[in-house]
Nanobody
């Protein structure tokens, strides 16, 4: 599976931005898809994850209520809608695919559980 994230850029705090992650392959719907981010000088952190059919979704507390993850399996694409971003949301955003089923978020926040990663797209939120 190859992943390509896009949609990053400069956005004002309180604005909105939508990230996309396009995947190759015909088995996209079998993968749980996650978004992570990494701010300068910090470790990569979990943002959100969606199960293969989109029925189960989990968010980091820091983005809950502001960000929305969704997926279109017909287009092999997962999205991250960022509403009311804050300067602390600045970082490189990565999409990742995990072959594990998402029955619960007992593993979903751990980057090492994901099998494939995209290159990342930079999001800068200005105050």
């Amino acid at each position: 599976v190859q992943l390509q994230a896009s949609g990053g850029g400069l956005v004002q705090a309180g604005g909105s931005l939508r990230l996309s992650c396009a995947a190759s392959g015909r088995t996209f719907s079998t993968y749980s898809m996650g978004w992570f981010r990494q701010a300068p000088g910090k470790e990569r952190e979990f943002v959100a994850v969606s199960s293969g059919n989109g029925s189960k979704i989990y968010y980091a507390d820091s983005v809950k209520g502001r960000f929305t993850i969704s997926r279109d399996n017909a287009k092999n694409t997962v999205y991250l809608q960022m509403n009311s971003p804050k300067p602390e949301d600045t970082g490189v955003y990565y999409c990742a695919a995990a072959s594990r089923n998402l029955y619960g978020c007992n593993w979903c926040a751990r980057a090492e559980e994901y099998d494939y990663w995209g290159r990342g797209t930079l999001v800068t939120v200005s105050s």
